[in-house]
């Protein structure tokens, strides 16, 4: 997409689109906008130039359009191209997306289009006007099309772009696949003119019978009726808005069953403003630190947790839908895991909500992931919007118990700038999780025959994560049941990555990294637990990563093709016999 363009597109649609701040959109009335839309690859982006979005027929003998949405590609939405057509598996540019769809616009009632996500930039156009754009592959956005919608039909254009650039998050090289595409539902959600439009109802950060209560209606008027009903409690706050159109309180309930993993109970719970009305079930948890414990209601716990992307590697590409969050979650669970770090960028609303129906804790994080130009303004504020987008999506899922601001960034005054700019923008709209974020600078220091880190960014943090591949990219320099840690002892430390590559299936010596073998690979996790023994601070560990996944840049042509093969279970559903070792090392550690 041509920068100009896209520049102008931006100052033109920013007026319109916003980031999507209407709560819990599964909890209103919608018409789902999925299934095959047409589409129209534009490698040398000639369809601004062309004006495809007008979708023009020829009208008279010598008209003629060298374009047409009908007849031609289509593909499914949600769902990333790469895995649609094998001459899109790679594909990194422009394609647009067209289809018809029926609306009934009716006096006192907005429409709003909605997308989970579209990645990794667009623009939307709706009867051949511009309406909206947004940035970001991973978190949703809305834009109100109610004075855009013609009675009957209408034809909706998505201009999608993948290619990657220094100044996106993430930038230009990442250890997963670059998918494009429309990778999540896009709804038409039908609201009453004054409608609900945001709410928070969440547990306050230290007490345990205090439900704090904010709501925001979409129109800045005073006096009009809010209620929050939390069946099951017996209790309901009642507030009337003030000019803003908001109103603020809480609800004290003694016999609140506060949400755990062990115990992962929500209630029911009714939020009404005006003639609209929003239902969803909320779990209400405290989650905080307590020197080098993480406590979840007042209580220890060790972090059991592991990593996924967002894919379906059977199927080669993003994971969208509920069977899909099934599938993943199921083979966590199986792992016996508490927590999983959705790695590396905010993840499907499915995944997040059935976690928190199965008692999973979650760290979400934005895709501050390695090379990010960490001086350039514009990339800052995506990140800050990306982060806002994130938590105000997700702010009331108490399955979510950590944000994550980065991983593995490089210390410099800018880099900390940059994520201290995230931290304030992340605190001032949530102070009731943890903040985290995950670093590879430890270093073995000889003289001291320790592992340490030397990063002081890490004060600002309520949790340090560390990724480390001893056994894998390091050497051990000493027996792994010798070594010591002494990194930020004061701070609860979870091992947010380790392991090492094996190919199903694929035998060889426990000794040779490069055998590729399960062997070498169940070696190197028992090796790294008998670690883990040694960290006086460790607060939770995190194998990299449940399931073989793809990226780019693993080139081995016999034990990689495409696929990083640090999985505990194979691009095929098979699991290794490392698996097995976590297995067992959660059993223990929640018997404990
Ligand atoms: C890094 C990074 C991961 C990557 C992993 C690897 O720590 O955080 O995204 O996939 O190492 O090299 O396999």
Redesign the pocket.
């Given at each position: 997409m041509k920068r100009i363009i896209y520049s102008l597109a931006l100052i033109v649609a920013s007026l319109s689109a916003s980031a999507a701040s209407i709560t819990n959109v599964y909890g209103r009335d919608y018409k789902l906008l999925n299934g095959r839309w047409d589409a129209i690859v534009d490698l040398y982006d000639q369809g601004d130039r062309m004006k495809v979005y007008e979708n023009r027929k020829p009208a008279t003998a010598t008209d003629f359009y060298e374009y047409s949405f009908d007849g031609g590609l289509r593909l499914e939405v949600p769902g990333d191209w790469n895995s649609q057509s094998p001459e899109l598996k790679y594909y990194e540019g422009t394609v647009w997306y067209g289809r018809h769809f029926n609306a009934e616009p009716r006096p006192g009632e907005r429409e709003i289009l909605y997308f989970g996500s579209v990645s990794y930039r667009c623009n939307i156009y709706l009867n051949g006007r511009l309406i909206g754009s947004h940035e970001g592959g991973f978190t949703p956005f809305e834009i109100d099309v109610t004075d855009d919608l013609k009675i009957g039909d209408n034809f909706l254009v998505v201009e999608v772009n993948n290619r990657r650039t220094k100044d996106a998050i993430p930038a230009l090289a990442f250890?997963w696949w670059n998918y494009g595409g429309i990778t999540r539902d896009v709804m038409l959600v039908t609201v009453p003119d004054n409608y609900v439009r945001d709410y928070t109802v969440q547990l306050d950060r230290s007490k345990a019978d205090v439900i704090n209560i904010d709501v925001t209606m979409s129109q800045p008027v005073a006096g009009v009726n809010v209620s929050v009903d939390i069946a099951g409690l017996g209790k309901r706050f009642d507030g009337v808005t003030d000019a803003e159109g908001k109103v603020s309180g809480s609800i004290k309930s003694k016999n609140l069953k506060r949400w755990a993993p062990d115990a992962p109970v929500l209630y029911d719970v009714t939020v009404t403003g005006g003639s609209d009305a929003v239902k969803e079930r909320i779990g209400f948890r405290n989650i905080g630190v307590d020197g080098t414990k993480i406590l979840i209601n007042g209580e220890p716990q060790f972090m059991r947790c592991v990593s996924f992307h967002e894919e379906i590697p059977q199927r080669m590409g993003r994971a969208f839908s509920k069977a899909d969050a099934t599938m993943l979650l199921n083979e966590a669970r199986d792992l016996g895991v508490n927590m999983i770090r959705l790695?590396?960028y905010p993840q499907n609303e499915y995944t997040v909500r059935m976690a928190e129906e199965m008692g999973i804790v979650l760290w979400q994080e934005i895709p501050v992931w390695q090379g990010i130009d960490f001086t350039d303004d514009a990339t800052r504020a995506k990140a800050q919007s990306m982060l806002t987008e994130m938590i105000q999506r997700d702010k009331n899922r108490c399955a979510v118990g950590f944000w994550g601001v980065a991983?593995?960034t490089k210390p410099s005054p800018e880099r900390d700038d940059f994520l201290k700019s995230l931290l304030a923008t992340g605190r001032a709209i949530d102070t009731t999780r943890l903040y985290v974020a995950?670093f590879?600078l430890v270093e073995f220091d000889r003289d001291r025959q320790l592992f340490t880190m030397n990063d002081p960014f890490t004060d600002n943090l309520d949790v340090v994560a560390v990724?480390k591949y001893m056994g894998w990219y390091h050497p051990w320099p000493l027996s792994p049941d010798k070594a010591v840690w002494d990194v930020n002892p004061d701070k609860p430390l979870i091992i947010s990555?380790f392991g090492g590559e094996a190919l199903f299936g694929q035998s060889g010596s426990s000794d040779v990294t490069s055998s590729w073998s399960e062997d070498y690979q169940a070696r190197l996790y028992r090796d790294n637990l008998a670690m883990f023994e040694n960290i006086p601070n460790l607060a939770g560990v995190s194998p990299?990563i449940l399931f073989d996944f793809r990226s780019p840049f693993r080139f081995h042509p016999t034990n990689q093709e495409g696929w990083?093969r640090?999985g505990l279970v194979s691009d095929r559903g098979q699991r290794k016999k490392a698996w097995y070792i976590m297995r067992d090392y959660y059993n223990k550690k929640r018997n404990r």
């Open positions: 250890d790695a590396h991983n593995e995950a590879d990724n990555e990299w990083n640090k």
